[in-house]
Every structure is written in C-alpha cells, then in structure tokens.
C-alpha cells in the first residue's frame, strides 16, 4: 500500500458525514446531564480554602440532619485508600497519592467533605454547615519552594508509594525522575561554533471543555453501581472506581455517552468514585456537574514546565548539542507528571538530528492546582522552548531558519537514539519513522504565509510592525507496547454492522473514524455501521482517549476485527455460491466471483448464516497493540501585528499544515487541526492562572479568556498526504501536535517583528513591552 | 441576591411605591445581568422595570432621550445624525448580554470596569431621575459618586440625554481589552470642540483600570486653546500619570495601566479630532 | 421540589404553557426541568452561550434571565429548529460541511444565528461576528463554524437581493 492507492479508498480518505452530527445539531438528549432522572440526588462538594492544611478536626453530624440530605461522605467514613486518579494503564506510573477523602488538604480546591441531598440549595446549606478546624501549613508555591532544602513536605503520608520501580522521593517533594544521555553533552558544546544557553517557563492553562466535569450513578435492579459520566478513560475510571470502593470491578458499569469536550481534562477520576460512594450509600441515583468555577480550580490543569536548554550549532548548521532540563511542576497530585515530562523529550528531541543529546525531567509537587493530561502533553511546553532555541541558532550562523529547519530535521528511514531511550514510565521503544511529509509541510506553509515577503526587524520602523514566525512540530501516535485497544463487529441481516469498540470519542469523531476504517476493510459503506463505544459491559476494552492513539492504535484493532468477520463472510458466500473460498472476493457489501457473474449480498448472507443452514452468527473480534509511535510532523507559521506603543499582539493569519498519514476523515482532520491550534493561539496570548495565595483568582471566562469568533484570527489547515504503512489504511494521528505551534511561533514572529524575544508565555501586552524597551538600539 | 418574590408594576410612579416600601428588601430589576456579581444570598423582591415604556431611543431638541431599560443592543443599532453612542456599546460584552443589560442597570450601580459612565461623562450627557418628579443631573454630578447611593429610596433612572453632537464637535473611544468580550484594561472617552486648528474645548474622561470612573482635568487643561495635532495629544496624554490612581490589572502592573492609559488617551484624542474636522455642519 | 412556588406564563416554541417556578429560578433550569434539554449549563454565568435561547427573536443567556423575567414573551429553543427527517438549512450546513465536534455548543450557535437571520436584512462578516461572538466553542476553532454560516448567508443575501454576489470572506 502506498499513497497511490489511497486513491482508491472508498470509505477512508472521504469526509464521511460524522455519525452523530444530526443529532446533536438537534439539541437531541446526549449528554450526561440530559440523561440524569428527575428523582436524582444533587450532589455538592466542600473545598478547601486553603493551600496546605491539617484537618484537625470535622463535625458533619449538623449537615446530616439538614432537610433534604441523604448522606455526607468524608474522610472518617469512607475507606483509606491510596490510589491515582489518572486516567494510565495499570500499574500506573504514578504515585498513589490520593485517598477519596483525606485528613490532609493539599491545594486550595482540595477535596474535603460531600453532600448529596434532594436540591443543589439544599446540599449548598449543608456544606455551609460542616465543621472544619484546619491546622494552617506553610504552603509550596513554586518549584524553587518546592526544591528547597527544608522545603514543607506536601505529601507526608506514610501510604504514598509508587506502584512501579520508578524513582519517588516524597519527602523532597520529588515526584519523578527520568533521563537519558547520548554522546557527550559537554563535547558538543565544545565544538559548537555557538552556544546557547536559556531557560524558558511555560504557564498554567485549563481545556475549558464547554461541558465541566459531570458524572451520576444509580444502583441497577441486580445491584450493581452503574456510572454514567464524561470520560475519556471509561475502563481505567471501572478500575479506579472498583480499588477506591474496595468493590470488585463485576459490580461496576461505567458508560460514556456524548461527551462536551475533553482535551485531556477528562482522563481522569474526579467524580466516578464521589457518585459511586453515593449511589451506594443512599440507593438513589446521584448526579454531580462542577460549576465552571470548580472547573478551573479543582479540574485539571496544563503542567507548568521550566525548561533551559543548552545548545549548540557549528557555522555550517549542524547541531552538535542539544540539551534539556526540565523542571515540571505538577501541583499537589503527581498523577501524569513523570509521563507529561517524559514527553517534553521523547516527544520533541528525536525532531532534529544530533550526536550529543542530555535530557533530565524532574517532577515536583506544589500546593498549586492539579496538572493531569492537556492535548501536547509536555511536547506543547517544550516546543516552545527548542523552537525558540532553533530560531537563535539559525539567526547566530545567518541562515534562514527555515532552511535551518530543513537542513536539519529527521527525515523518512531515520531514527533517533532518543526513541529507545523515554518511553513513559519505562524505557522507550527503538524506532526508524516511517511516513515523514514534514518537508512538504514546510514548503506548502512558507507558501501559504508569505515566507519569501518576510524582512529583518532591524528594517522595520513605524509604530505596528510585522513578523513571520514558524516552528516545525512532532508528537506521537499511542504508547506502543503498552496501550491496548479491542473491537468487535456483528452482522445483521440487512447487511448493517454494530461495531463495538471500547475507543472514547470526545467529540473528536472516533465513532466514524472506526466505522469508515470498518467499512473499508469490509468493502461495505459507512452508513452501513452501528457503532456503540464506551460501555464497559458491552464493549471490548480500550485504554480510552489519550496519547493520539484514537486512530492509530483503536482502528486498527477495528480493522482487524472487520477483517475477522470479512473472512467469515467470505467462507459462508462461497458456501452460499458454491465455489471454493479462494476464488470470491468481496466488493461493493456482496461477496462474488471476480468476474461478477456469480453473487450474493450480505444481507443474504447474514439472513442465511442466522436463520438458514449451518446457522452462527457471524461476528469478528480483534484487539491492538502497537510496535511504534509513528510522528506526525506539522509546521506552523503566522503572521503578526504588534502594536509596539501598548505591546498588543494581533494575529494577522495562521497556517498550520499536518502529516498525519491517511487522513481518514479530512473534515475532521482539518477540525481537529483548526480547533487545536485556535486552543494553541488563547495559550500563547491571553490564557493564565492568576494567584493570591495559592487561590485561583479569575476562575469565570469573564476573566480567563479564551477566543470567541470575533478574536479568532483567520486559520488555514492544510493537510499534507503521506501514508504509514503501519497504520490502519496508512493514518498516524492529527489531535494534539497542532496545539504545540502557536508558543513558539509567536515567540518566533514577535522577534521578527521587534527584535524583541520573550522566554515565557502568555504574550501579554506589559511583557512584550517590557521586552521590546530591552531590545539594544 | 436572592430572589423570593417578584412585583411587576404597572406604572413609573407605581414601582417607585414598591420599592420605597420594600426599602432594602427591594431591588429594581432591569436586565438582571449584574446580579451575577451581587453573589450574597440576601433575600430580596424583585420589582420589574421592563415593562413600564421605559426602552426607546428618540431625538429630543438638542439631545436624544434613551429610556433607562433600553437594551445596550438597541443602542448599538440605533443611527442617527450627530450621534455616536453605538461605537462604545457593539464593544461591551456579548450579543446576548447586549440584548438584555441596559443602559441604566450600566450606570445605576457603577461597577469599576463600566464603559457608559466614561462615555457619558465625556459627552456631558444629562441623567434623569424620577422621585415622584423628574429632576435632571449632569454626568459630572450624577457620577461624581457612585450613583446606587441616589436609589436607596426607591428613586429610580427614567431616562439618560446625550446631547447630540454640534458641529465642530468629535467624539473618539479606546476600549483597550485582552479579548473581545473582556472587562476593559482601561476605557478613554474624549469629546473635542474644534475652532478651526485649534481646540476650543475638550472633556476625557476615563475608567477601568481606576476604582471609579472620572474626567481627567489635568489632560484637559493641556488641551485647552492649543491646537489640534499629534504633539500636543502626546502632551496632554503624558498628564495621564498624574490625573489618576491607576490600578494594575489581569496580573499586569500600575506602572503598565498607567501607560497603557496614555496611549489610549492619545488614540482617543486622534480619532476624536479626525471625527470633529469631518463635521463642519 | 421548589421552594416558594409560583407561575410563569410564556409561549415556548409557539405553544402557550403555564410553569411551576420560583422567583431565583432560572431559566435554563426551568427549561432543563420541563424536558427542553437542548439548552444547556456550561457556565451559569453568562459567559459561555451554551444555554442561548431566543427571546422576543433576541438571543440571550438563559443561564442569566430569571423564569419569571420571561413572563408573557415568547421563547424558543433549539426544539423549535430541524427534524431529524428535515434538518434546517443552517444544521444541514454543519453537518454536512464537517462543523459538529463534541457538538456542546452548537444549539447555542443555531438560536444565535438563528436571530442574525431573523433580525438583519445584510450580512456583512463583522454584523455576522457580533451576533455570534457570545458563543464559546473550543473544538473547531469557529472555522467550519463560520463557512457553514457564511454559506446559508450568502444564499440568503443573494436570495433578498437577486444580482449581487453575497460576501464570502471568511474573515479579514
């Protein structure tokens, strides 16, 4: 298979309308809240309103006897369990840090005490009523706090552990360690012609999915606690919920249904356990929907990321040295942080060739909002840094830094020490890529923006002034070797398939991705597919969505599964035809000769196989593992305004090309590609985390501000075709590489315009002043 | 605020009654938009507003009378000559908040970061407030404190009057934000009456980034009788400084409030010239 | 249960009905309550627009407006628009032209261009912005959003005024 003969692709490569379009744009019941009973239990949880504190003491006996509630859940009685509430594969490398309620708060938006009760008002009136007496603790604000000799020990828990033999050093509130060294870090720079030395700070930032967290569980007519909730991780929150209950995972269901958004937020177990607990201690349904406020303060966040790099570049452009620390603060839990910071390498490093390559990732608690899973995974935060980092050293040899970029990027056939080097939590997986259009992609961009018409700052004057800034982008396409995903497929007797998978589809159209995948192996149409997804009783198991694994890894598992029930249908035409297996064929939903002469269709089939003679049902089942992570490669490029007088910035146009393989679905490549870098825009520019001890202060759109469509700048996607061979149909992925752009670009643009460079981001009008007034005349 | 009971008057003067009887039990209800930021649980009845003829737009003799419940929506669509309120209302908020704020639950309670107060000051518009009768305020009394004080017995805004702009007469505005839909990092307003080159007379006023609204006689003195270009906007603009406490704002310092004041000042001050020297009628 | 119950009164998608309210409840609740799901909670504050519905043809934030501010008015909801046989023009274009993500906000985005449709006779894309800047997405970045828009308005333009060509840039 190659990219001539996706040409040929009937199903896959077309825009195929997404399944579940209509009914959504119907306003049809679709989320969880629209499924919650009337008769359902409100539930609300007590915060913490301080950063670090003992909880000395607690009285809930007055909120128990408040009219209208149920029950009050806290630490005195609910079981100490010490678990992660990361959406990971199992054993988790995480810390197991987190108890459902526990005597200690760690972040102001800590867990402390819940109510269910029969109204919101009336749940609200009884956490008001809950004593607490709080123990005040000087609170970690910062990774240098963090670090310090002496530093307060946020989690001094004698349960805190490590389910994998990773480094854990609670105590000097290190979360994780990882690293890898090739060559000769110190050699490199020594050949360097120039050498770079810079530390960049990437910020907090939340998804801001349209639908906050929601979740409600109800007791089934047998007994078993069935959860309904807004996950990306439907299996890993059965196993979470099931440790955290001590209940076995027989007695829990858990079912997403459409979902509003995820962007990673939602890999996470932040509320199955809460309804859970509840349903089973009242015996009523019981609902819970963080307000947005609580979205912002108590849901997970973007890790905020310093990264310094050290490098090196010889006048003829090669890079003899790159390395990079990063210092990861990961708030007051450590689930996701050793594996977002191990992105921050493995994800970014293999971009460009060089001999001499140090990584170092430490992970450190704060008494600071949560970071979890957010689309780019560490990649975001340290592409700003090498992107930057390229930039300067192209700038320092006088070479344009595209052609830099060209000059010097991996290319098809090549591999990286660095791929067997970090994995996540374990060692790596060697790897050659396959697929690489990044060339393509740099040419079709520069074209697009205009890079020919770009000059020099030192030529600009006025007061806006104009600049072109690109960066060149990777990510990855699932964790090989350790995520799995499972499908099945069965037939009915009008030729329609349900396809089962077990694959989480946010919104992001996963549902139709698998279907087309299906319905092309099985030479049948899309609209032939019934998916269900994400029910852990009825589906096949699936990691869930993560890690641009979606495509790659959960349709693949589709396709194979199609192709299992393919060569059911194919021995049970023949039979039906009277010719040997060999010599028929599927086309077109019927199962034929090659010439056509002789044919039967699959609705007959089907009506044959389930009612006639030698009667089963035809049904394929598959599951996926993958060998490699195959990048998907983008360059981003924009053109910016910047208004010198007040330091604003205005974002004049926006290309983002994408690799990513087949396209299955090009509507919904370019979606995902528009949507991730409009979300990589409001990051650069106006998204951040305001603190007064430790306190989120604008936790409201009003004050976090994210793009509406009157601020957007105009965004072009360009898709650029290139076909993985190990992916299903030749795909790889397109989700999250394309939030990594805009940080650097923009930083790369603003010096283009100005002679002005920020190592740190949001771009706000006061620091690109600051930066510009810095700009030796 | 917590609503437990809600009174739909028939008349002006009958829901001034209401909410004289209800004293601090009562609270006028226009649009309702603001009591998102009056988050305590006080109980309180509601007395609609909206259904007392108050929304309208009209030409009025040398003003054009807005009604108090009028919709900031309705401000921003509205044309007229030598009229220019709609250019700072299509930049307050949303649409669907334009739709139901109004302009007098804008300037009734004045919330630092309101845009209409600066604006009216800056155009001397007039408020009229009923108490049984109709009594007329210029902007610089109406806001020379806040003006929710002017309520608390059951008075409520009938109408505000915007004088229509004469010739000669330039009215320029900077509403500087992080995005569309934000709270202003800083609002300038700036009206000039232009004799020939020269400025015969000019009201800036200001908000936002300052705990209140408020003009800026130091910027206007500078102006006064000199002429109309670029150096002497920048003069009067780097009055700025002294003129009021400006506050930082989103994380962002004084220091940076106050410059990015200036510059405001002086964009207002060009657009508010280019604007006078087109109207010679 | 509600505390403190009283009436309200409004048409709601053409049909006349009397609801049970409170005077602190909401719209939005009031609507989620009566089976008008469409319309829904993403930030109860105003900022969002998920909850949007029309009211008198204006879009507003049910979130915000209280139950009994909607005393004799007429609402509509995203109810009122397309079937599933017969979509309307404007959802058709956003199924089809790939625009429907997680879909969370896409009812709000139909009442609020639904009003722009109703209310202004020319389209230009900045009349066009403000009408819909109320409307938070964060999955397709507005494009498809937007040409899915600017193509049933184009149409429209070029329907009302026979002759001219419609304005077709997506943004400047």
Redesign the interface.
Known sequence: MSLEQTKNFKQVHH?V??I????????????V??FAP?DALIVKMLWSPHPHARIVSMDVSAAEKMPGVNAVLWHGNVPRIAHCTAGQGFPEPSPYDTFMFDTKVRFVGDRVAAVAA??A?QAEAALAAIQVEYELLTPVFSIDEAMAEGAPVIHDEPEAHVPIPIPYEPEKNLVARVGCEVGDLDQGLQDADFTFDDTYETPYAQ??????YTAMAHIDPAGRIVITTSTQVPFHSRRIVAQTLGVPVQKIRVIKP????G?GSKQEVLLDDIVAMFALRTGRPCFW?F??EENFRTGRTRHPIRVRIRAGVKKDGTITAIGMDCWNNTGAYGGHGLTVVSCCGSKVLPLYRCENIHFLGLVYYTNLPVGGAYRGFGATQSFFAMESTIDKMAEAIGMDPLEFRRKNHIQSGEGSPVFAALGEGKEGVPMTVGSCALGECITRGAEAIGWANRTDWRKKTGRYRRGIGMAALMQGSSIPHIDMGGASIKINEDGSFNLLVGATD????SDTVLAQIAAEELCTTTDKMIVYSSDTDMTPFDVGAYASSTTYLSGEAARKAAADAKRQILYTGAEMLGLPVEEVICRDAHVQNPDGSKKVSYGDIACYALYQKNQYQIIGTASHITQKSPPPFAAHFAEIEVDT??G?IKVLKYVSTIDCGTAI?P??C??QT??????GI?YA??E?Y?FQNGRMT?A????Y???????????Q?ILVPSYEETGPFGAKSVSEICINGPAPVFGNAIYNATGARLNEFPF???KV?QAIHAVPK | MKLCEFLRPASLPAARDNLRELGTKGMALAGGTALHFMQDHTPVTAVDLTRLGLSYIRPEGDFYRIGATTPLADIQRYRAPRWALHEICRRISTHQIRNISTIGGNICRVFPWADLPVVLLAMNARMVVYSGKEEEFSADDYFATQPAKRFLDGNLLSAVKVPSLKAHHGFGSVKAVRTMASFSMVTIAAVLELDGPAIKSARVAAGSAIPFPKRLPEVEATLAGREARTEVFQEAAAKAGAAAPWRGREGMSPEYSRHLAEISILDALERAATFARERAE | MIKNPQTVSFTINGENKTFITAPDEKLLALLRREGYKGAKYGCGQGTCGACTVLMDGRAIYSCLLYAMQAEGREIRTIESIGTHDQPSEFQQELIDGGAVQCGYCIPGMIMSATALMETETTFDDEIVREYMDGNLCRCTGYEKIWSALRRVLDREEGNRNPGTGGSSQPES
């Open positions: 825009s309308t997404k579940d379009a209509r009914q959504l744009a119907l306003g049809k019941n679709s989320y809240g629209d009337p029969e109204t008002e998804h801001c999915p349209i639908e906050p459409r979902i509003g958004g962007f929907q307000t947005r946010l919104g992001t159209g007088w007040t604003m679905n509507a919904l370019e979606g528009e949507g991730g870098t409009l979300n409001s520019l106006t951040q305001l604008n409201s759109f009003a004050d501000h994210i793009f509406s469509m009157r601020d957007k700048p105009p965004i996607a706000t009008p006061e002043l």
